[in-house]
């Protein structure tokens, strides 16, 4: 018999105790803040919901609207409403006072779908960078260059590359095995968390999260700053202060949106928060703050969003008739000025 090697060890380990279910900690020095806590992300949720709801319904309401860019902006709207599904039903069911345990089914799934939408969402920003690009550079072509059929594929194309990420993901982590601990020092399942916890040779599943969350978000970022430097260029050709200061305004807003969508991914993968409490604050950043945030910062800065919008609002009975009036006579005024 031959010598008794470490991976005969392992495999002796995980038949003897294989983990089915992983308990989650949550968030770190939060003892007795349940109840608030609960009250404070339940908030989140609903007001992200109902935002996004409500921004669907007025591009969908308003012919005016129906473009590339607002099309986009629904897809985004879409990834928004659900982004925050992956993880808030867990927390929000243990901070009621419920059971803390997952499965490992519930695990795998909520990792697939946090990493689909995150990707999807990714590729999309890239997209409507490309989309601003075109618009400014090239108004005069700008529907022959972005037609309907080029932005579908478009928009397509976002969900079937995040999907296969996803996927890809996914696949690898079934070839983990957890047969140690299964406490999660986190409020949801992630690769940076479960790689602690696997008893298995983990370096093919970092180097795949790495080229995935690490090179890929990378990539994407260069194309959008390589956009954004030729609309820059272009705006700064454009003679009437008043034409720059629009089209400033525009990408300013798409700018900060995809800042606040980078800046947790950065901190989260690249390992640069010292502490669980510290990671455990950018994943609240990440899946429910920037999808609350995104259309309070990108969509309702934009007037015709903001008409459509009221006379959504008006439909629905939330807004008195004078202030749909108002809304209606600025829509006009601005219609005729162009």
Same mark, same amino acid.
């Given at each position: 018999?031959?010598?008794?090697?470490?991976?005969?060890?392992?495999?002796?380990?995980?038949?003897?105790?294989?983990?089915?279910? *992983? +308990?989650?900690?949550?968030?770190?020095?939060?003892?007795?803040?349940?109840?608030?806590?609960?009250?404070?992300?339940?908030?989140?949720? $609903?007001?992200?919901?109902?935002?996004?709801?409500? +921004?669907?319904?007025?591009?969908?309401?308003?012919?005016?609207?129906? #473009?590339?860019?607002?099309?986009?902006?629904?897809?985004?709207?879409?990834?928004?409403?659900?982004?925050?599904?992956? &993880?808030?039903?867990?927390?929000?069911?243990?901070?009621?006072?419920?059971?803390?345990? +997952?499965?490992?089914?519930?695990?795998? &799934?909520?990792?697939?779908?946090?990493?689909?939408?995150?990707?999807?969402?990714?590729?999309? %920003?890239?997209?409507?960078? %490309?989309?601003?690009?075109?618009?400014?550079? %090239?108004?005069?072509?700008?529907?022959?260059?972005?037609?309907?059929?080029?932005?579908? +594929?478009?928009?397509?194309?976002?969900?079937?590359?995040?999907?296969?990420?996803?996927?890809?993901?996914? #696949?690898?982590?079934? =070839?983990?095995?957890?047969?140690?601990?299964?406490?999660?020092?986190?409020?949801?399942?992630?690769?940076?968390?479960?790689?602690?916890?696997?008893?298995?040779?983990?370096?093919?599943?970092?180097?795949?999260?790495?080229?995935?969350?690490? $090179?890929?978000?990378?990539?994407?970022?260069?194309?959008?700053?390589?956009?954004?430097?030729?609309?820059?260029?272009?705006?700064?050709?454009?003679?009437?202060?008043?034409? =720059? /200061?629009?089209?400033?305004?525009?990408?300013?807003?798409?700018?900060?949106?995809?800042?606040? *969508?980078?800046?947790?991914?950065?901190?989260?993968?690249?390992?640069?928060?010292?502490?669980? /409490?510290?990671?455990?604050?950018? =994943?609240?950043?990440?899946?429910?703050?920037?999808?609350?945030?995104?259309?309070?910062?990108?969509?309702?800065?934009?007037?015709?969003?903001?008409?459509?919008?009221?006379?959504?609002?008006? =439909?629905?009975?939330?807004?008195?008739?004078?202030?749909?009036?108002?809304?209606?006579?600025?829509?006009?005024?601005?219609?005729?000025?162009?």
């Amino acid at each position: 018999m031959g010598p008794f090697s470490r991976s005969d060890f392992l495999t002796g380990v995980r038949n003897a105790a294989v983990v089915t279910e *992983f +308990i989650l900690l949550g968030i770190p020095h939060t003892e007795h803040l349940e109840t608030m806590l609960f009250v404070l992300f339940l908030s989140f949720c $609903l007001f992200t919901l109902t935002e996004n709801l409500l +921004i669907l319904l007025a591009v969908v309401s308003s012919i005016r609207l129906h #473009t590339p860019m607002y099309f986009f902006l629904c897809k985004l709207s879409v990834c928004d409403i659900f982004f925050p599904s992956g &993880s808030s039903p867990k927390m929000l069911f243990y901070l009621s006072g419920n059971s803390r345990a +997952i499965s490992y089914a519930g695990y795998m &799934s909520q990792r697939s779908f946090y990493h689909f939408l995150g990707c999807t969402e990714c590729f999309l %920003y890239t997209v409507m960078a %490309y989309d601003r690009f075109v618009a400014i550079c %090239y108004r005069l072509r700008n529907t022959i260059i972005v037609s309907h059929r080029v932005y579908a +594929i478009l928009a397509m194309e976002t969900s079937f590359f995040g999907c296969i990420q996803a996927t890809f993901l996914t #696949t690898l982590t079934f =070839q983990l095995s957890f047969c140690g601990p299964n406490e999660v020092d986190c409020f949801f399942c992630d690769i940076p968390v479960m790689l602690k916890l696997a008893c298995a040779d983990t370096s093919a599943l970092e180097m795949a999260g790495f080229i995935s969350v690490g $090179l890929m978000p990378l990539s994407c970022f260069l194309l959008i700053l390589t956009s954004y430097s030729r609309i820059v260029y272009s705006i700064l050709q454009i003679h009437s202060a008043e034409g =720059q /200061w629009h089209a400033f305004s525009t990408c300013s807003a798409h700018l900060t949106a995809i800042l606040l *969508f980078y800046m947790p991914v950065v901190l989260i993968y690249l390992r640069l928060t010292p502490s669980p /409490w510290m990671d455990a604050t950018v =994943q609240i950043l990440n899946n429910l703050v920037t999808p609350m945030l995104n259309h309070l910062i990108y969509s309702l800065r934009d007037k015709e969003v903001k008409s459509s919008l009221r006379k959504v609002l008006h =439909q629905l009975g939330f807004l008195p008739e004078h202030c749909r009036e108002r809304s209606v006579a600025n829509t006009s005024t601005a219609l005729h000025s162009l």
